[in-house]
């Protein structure tokens, strides 16, 4: 009789085992190799060159409103007149003041003449010469002094007539005609220049050292920032269309914040940035260089080091310690740790671990947000 045994050694692929998992889907891409400059950016405010309050100098009751409000103006162009005629007849009367002191003046010289030779005669006393000698410096000072009340009441009776003090765009008026205006009191309206147009910013001490220090590394004689170039963007802008250059630095440093105020100048011909606008300007940093880029999304941080997992010929994925650099638009500049041909991953990264293999899939950067 034979028995059938069944054996019950170890299998290959026993009952219930689970298979192995799949290599992880990951995206991967070369680093973008270009030639790149560095800027630092900075938030401020659009200002004017040049804004005016404009207000009386004399008193009187408004006559007329000369301009449109939102209006642009050139300096000299009338814009408000106040009633003349007080003024006028101020200017009439000493005017007549004027002329009665040529007249008394022209008297004592009459009576210094006829002075003079009864003097010589001795037929007046020297008490009597000298009252006639001091009656003609006084008449002489009271011609001066009509002179200068008939100078005052012309400029008195010009200063009727309000004129722009410079060229730009005229706010609204803040009176009407008809209401009574105080000297140098009531606001009347404004005026700003609108090209060009400053932008001031706060840069920190060590970026401005930085600066100073690329300046003289490329030619300057000294530290001076005058020239530097500067680019701007307004709110709805993602770019920076607007060029310009500095053309002030604070000469000492604000201690309570540790900034020097840097103030940016930008032609604006078609008037498209207005004062007081919320401005993006970024300042250049450096001269160009090749430098290689990827986005802030393929580099990861272990403790203090920085790192990406770059992928070799095997489809395994190398741990890589990287320095990064500047933000270029959408990328980071890599100082250190990566060649240009190599595969850095760029989704997936939780999943991987050194000498993991994976599933790669190939794009590439493009100039995707490098400016």
């Known amino acids: 009789m034979q028995l059938a045994l069944v054996g019950c050694g170890s299998s290959s692929n026993p009952e219930g085992a689970q298979p192995a998992p799949p290599p992880p889907n990951v995206k991967i891409a070369q680093p973008l190799s270009q030639e790149t400059t560095e800027w630092d950016e900075y938030t401020g405010r659009v200002e004017a060159v040049n804004s005016v309050d404009i207000r009386a100098r004399v008193g009187g009751y408004l006559d007329t409103v000369n301009f449109t409000a939102g209006a642009k103006v050139k300096k000299g162009d009338l814009l408000f007149q106040i009633d003349p005629k007080p003024l006028k007849a101020q200017l009439n009367y000493a005017v007549a003041e004027l002329e009665r002191a040529k007249t008394k003046r022209e008297l004592a010289k009459n009576d210094l003449s006829r002075a003079e030779n009864l003097f010589k005669a001795k037929a007046?006393?020297?008490?009597?010469?000298?009252?006639?000698?001091?009656?003609?410096?006084?008449?002489?000072?009271?011609?001066?002094?009509?002179?200068?009340?008939v100078y005052t009441a012309k400029l008195n009776l010009e200063y009727t007539e309000i004129r722009a003090p410079i060229s730009g765009r005229v706010g609204r008026e803040m009176i009407t005609a008809g209401n009574l205006v105080k000297a140098d009191d009531t606001l009347l309206t404004n005026i700003v220049s609108?090209?060009?147009?400053?932008?001031?910013?706060?840069?920190?001490?060590?970026?401005?050292?930085?600066?100073r220090?690329?300046?003289?590394?490329?030619?300057?004689?000294?530290?001076?920032l005058k020239g530097t170039p500067v680019e701007l963007a307004v709110a709805d802008e993602t770019d920076f269309p607007h060029q310009g250059k500095l053309d002030y630095i604070a000469p000492r440093e604000d201690a309570a914040t540790g900034t020097l105020s840097l103030r940016g100048v930008f032609a604006n011909p078609d008037e498209l940035l207005s004062p007081g606008f919320f401005a993006r300007l970024r300042v250049q940093a450096s001269a160009s260089y090749p430098a290689l880029l990827l986005p802030d999304r393929a580099i990861a941080t272990d403790q203090a080091q920085r790192f990406v997992w770059v992928i070799n010929q095997d489809n395994q994925a190398e741990y890589r310690q990287v320095t990064p650099g500047a933000r270029i638009g959408e990328l980071?500049?890599?100082?250190?740790?990566?060649?240009?041909?190599?595969?850095?991953?760029?989704?997936?990264?939780?999943?991987?671990k050194p000498g993991a293999k994976v599933n790669p899939e190939r794009t590439s950067l493009g100039a995707q947000g490098a400016q």
Do not use: F
């Open 213 to 224: 220090r690329h300046a003289q590394q490329h030619g300057k004689a000294s530290a001076d």
């Open 332 to 352: 980071r500049v890599i100082r250190s740790g990566l060649q240009a041909g190599d595969w850095v991953v760029l989704e997936g990264l939780q999943k991987l």
């Open 124 to 149: 007046i006393s020297a008490e009597e010469y000298d009252m006639r000698n001091k009656g003609l410096r006084e008449a002489a000072a009271a011609v001066e002094s009509a002179e200068a009340s």
């Open 194 to 211: 609108t090209d060009p147009v400053y932008v001031y910013v706060d840069a920190d001490e060590q970026s401005v050292l930085k600066y």
